[in-house]
Each structure stands twice: as structure tokens, then as C-alpha cells.
């Protein structure tokens, strides 16, 4: 099969024999990329690991149907992810030991749950694997002001992420190498907005809890919500063109 016929099997099956097939395919270029960022204090290991399961995600979010090849994709998506394991990384230095230490833990914990089930954790299963409390992964989440692309917008919904409402119909998202474009866009937001984004993304909580958060009624979690993710796929499309 070549490119486009091994993604539209993979897209229709869902088969993770077959995923594994094209992640095997295309793990060079996890491994060209890594290498490109060594020697910043960080092992190449370490680099090669966040590449792979980058790819992984990758292989999961593409569409063949778009006209694109899948290495064109997946170089900007890896490199951006490398470059935010840095920044995560940076961010720790500023945050008290034990929270850096679970803060690493749980992002160890959730590589590895990906890996295996093919889905980000919820907080409650990180919890149950590192022996800690819900609230603990919560709160050790949000201390670090961490937002998950990859989040579902609606949990009991189809699985739609941040990272898929994000970008317009010509991809715009698709060409940013790293986040620096979304964290812009958060900053046009309202103290309101950005804590609604902290729950629902960071967080990871439902629209109730969310509303039970921040005072207001679900019905305005829900609509809010709609307004915040057109604003940043505006605000995003608006610097990527200029």
C-alpha cells in the first residue's frame, strides 16, 4: 500500500497493529529531528522519546484526505513538541521540588498511558497509578499553567480537541512549529476567558464542574467556551498570515 491507502485503512479500522506499522515507517525522522536538539542539555533518549510519541499523536491527527504528506505534517508537529518538552522543562525551575517532581511523574505516567491505550489518561487514572489524589494531579497540572491541545473539548462528546477546534479550513495551525502563536492568543483573552481555558484544557474539567468553578451557569461555560475558541482560531489565523 503506499502513503495515502495505509492512513485511509488505519482512519476506517482504527487497527493499532496497523498504526504501529506506520509509526515503525516513519520513526526516522523522530530520530533525524531529536538529534537536532542535542547537546542543549538533554539526552538524546530523552529527545528520541518525545519525538516518538509526538509521532504517535501525529499518525492519530492526520488526514490524508487534506492533500498532504504525511512527512510534511508530521516535522512541524515533532519539532513543536520537542520544543515544549524545553519550555515545560524551564518552567519547572520556577516551581516548588515535590510539585516539579509530580508534575514530571505525571508527565512520564501520561506518555506511558498514551503509549500503551492509545488515549491521553484522565486525572483520575493518573491518580490511580502514581498513588496520589485526583485533586493532587489537578492541582499539580494547573500549578505549572499547563494547557493540553490534546484535552477533549467534551468528554462525553467525539473527542474533539483544542488542537482539532483550533485551526481554520486552510490548516493555518498545521504550519506553526511550535506554540508560540497560541500562547499569543490566550494573552487576548479575558481573565475570565483564560480561566475557563485553565479549567476545560488545563484541567480537564467538565462543563458543570467548570461552572461550579467560576460562578456562572453551565449555559455560559458552553457559550463562552464557543466564543473563546473562535476568538483564539481568529486571533491565531490573523498572525499566521501577517
Known amino acids: 500500500m503506499n502513503e495515502e491507502e495505509l492512513f485511509r485503512k488505519y482512519r476506517e479500522t482504527g487497527d493499532v497493529a496497523l498504526r504501529n506499522e506506520i509509526v515503525e515507517k516513519y520513526l526516522y525522522i523522530a530520530a533525524v529531528l531529536a538529534k537536532k536538539f542535542v547537546g542543549r542539555g538533554v539526552d538524546y533518549d530523552d529527545l528520541y522519546q518525545v519525538a516518538s510519541l509526538a509521532l504517535i499523536k501525529g499518525v ?6 487534506k492533500g498532504l504528506k504525511f512527512s510534511t505534517f508530521i516535522t512541524p508537529t515533532i519539532t513543536g513538541e520537542i520544543k515544549n518538552y524545553f519550555r515545560d522543562r524551564s518552567r519547572l525551575v520556577h516551581l516548588p521540588r515535590k510539585v516539579s517532581e509530580l508534575r514530571v511523574a505525571i508527565k512520564h505516567a501520561s506518555e506511558e498511558f498514551f503509549a500503551q ?3 491521553k489518561p484522565t486525572a483520575k487514572e493518573l491518580a490511580a497509578k502514581l498513588g496520589v489524589t485526583e485533586e493532587e494531579v489537578l492541582r499539580s497540572s494547573d500549578a505549572g499553567g499547563v494547557v493540553s491541545l490534546d484535552v477533549p473539548v467534551d468528554r462525553e462528546g467525539d473527542g474533539m480537541s483544542l488542537h482539532d477546534v483550533l485551526p481554520a479550513e486552510d490548516d493555518v495551525f498545521e504550519r506553526v512549529e ?5 500562547e499569543s492568543a490566550l494573552r487576548t483573552l479575558t481573565e475570565q476567558e483564560r480561566a475557563l481555558v485553565r479549567c476545560r484544557f488545563g484541567q480537564e474539567l467538565s462543563q458543570m464542574e467548570t461552572a461550579r468553578k467560576l460562578g456562572v451557569s453551565q449555559m455560559n461555560v458552553s457559550r463562552m467556551e464557543r466564543r473563546v475558541l473562535q476568538k483564539l482560531r481568529e486571533t491565531m489565523k490573523k498572525t499566521m498570515v501577517e
Open 60 to 65: 492519530d491527527r492526520f488526514d490524508e484526505r
Open 117 to 119: 491505550n492509545g488515549r
Open 178 to 182: 511550535d506554540r508560540d502563536a497560541l
